[in-house]
């Protein structure tokens, strides 16, 4: 992932709230464990406390300098014996060790659970400095709820690239009429009175397929299948019931016609390359265009109203 997103910075501001949690609590954890270091059973015991200010750790436990595990895995119900002795040097969360203080590990799957997790290193040395070792501390992500924050697609073009091997190829084809093509226009028609006058809020276009899905705001985890007899069929709009377009709406409801008929222009721009799949979704305010080159672009349906045609001749446009 790229660091510098808003996704990886969303992520970053959640990672800094859990080391915040973790800190205080983990280095008062490897004083009191210098006095039991490489006592087994003394220090399962201080681990037993020191748990108890971690109420979301799934396994506690200390390791050597060389990772190899000291004591027993220390849980929240108890203690559980079969990882004593245990080479955890090949962890991906032992990639990196903390020097001082605090270290925490990306995000890796499991080993046991097979769940997305991660281990919070401290490291633990003597009063003079001298390293012991590390204890570590195993995250189940499911298990954080109190650093989750709802992440926030960012309104803003983005563009990729899709099958190299599609892409190749794409001067060898043209774009053959699908049924939808013959009568594009009742189509659009039907999906602006559903969009605007039927509660439709997200609505995907397959055109070579003849087909379109629908999310609906009165019951928004179920899609709908609208195959080319019902797409081309203004009685479709009689199985939804009217819905006020929503206020809280991105895109104004004026918007919807000239979005369809900009999609519909792109479908046929090109006899190579052309418009495959397009979606609209009305609260975040983002169109997506799939071209025959596989390409697609992600933007904001102002940006995607004030580029004319001929910038989507551009090599930054249809063949992108």
């Not at 003394?42 to 406390?49: G, H, I, K, P, Q």
């Not at 650093?147 to 099958?163: F, I, S, V």
């Not at 009685?235 to 809280?248: E, H, S």
């Not at 052309?274 to 799939?290: D, E, K, P, Q």
Request: a negative charge.
């Amino acid at each position: 992932m790229t660091k510098t997103t808003p996704l990886y910075e969303s992520i970053l501001r959640q990672r800094e709230s859990l080391t915040r949690l973790l800190a205080d609590p983990l280095a008062d954890l490897a004083g009191n464990c210098r006095a039991v270091w490489g006592q087994r059973e003394a220090l399962n015991d201080v681990l037993a406390t020191g748990i108890r200010r971690l109420p979301h750790c799934k396994f506690l436990y200390a390791v050597d300098p060389r990772c190899v595990q000291l004591s027993d895995n220390v849980s929240q119900t108890g203690l559980l014996t079969e990882d004593f002795g245990r080479d955890r040097s090949q962890r991906p969360y032992m990639r990196t060790l903390p020097d001082h203080g605090l270290l925490l590990s990306e995000a890796y799957i499991s080993l046991r659970a097979e769940r997305p997790s991660l281990t919070a290193l401290q490291a633990v040395r003597t009063g003079d400095g001298e390293l012991l070792g590390y204890l570590g501390v195993d995250f189940d992500l499911r298990d954080l709820p109190q650093t989750r924050e709802l992440y926030e697609e960012p309104a803003r073009w983005q563009q990729l690239k899709g099958d190299p091997a599609i892409r190749g190829a794409v001067f060898q084809q043209t774009r053959s009429d699908s049924p939808m093509d013959t009568r594009i226009d009742d189509v659009m028609a039907v999906l602006e009175e559903l969009i605007t006058e039927h509660g439709v809020f997200h609505a995907t276009i397959h055109y070579s397929s003849s087909r379109a899905v629908i999310w609906l705001t009165q019951d928004p985890y179920r899609y709908r299948l609208l195959d080319y007899d019902a797409l081309v069929d203004p009685d479709i709009c009689l199985a939804y019931p009217r819905q006020p377009y929503p206020d809280n709406a991105a895109v104004p409801a004026a918007q919807i016609r000239p979005i369809l008929r900009r999609m519909r222009t792109l479908r046929y721009a090109d006899p190579s390359i052309y418009l495959r799949a397009s979606s609209i979704n009305i609260f975040n305010g983002l169109v997506s265009l799939t071209f025959s080159c596989d390409g697609s672009h992600y933007m904001p349906y102002k940006e995607f109203l004030d580029q004319d045609m001929a910038f989507w001749g551009q090599d930054g446009g249809l063949a992108s």
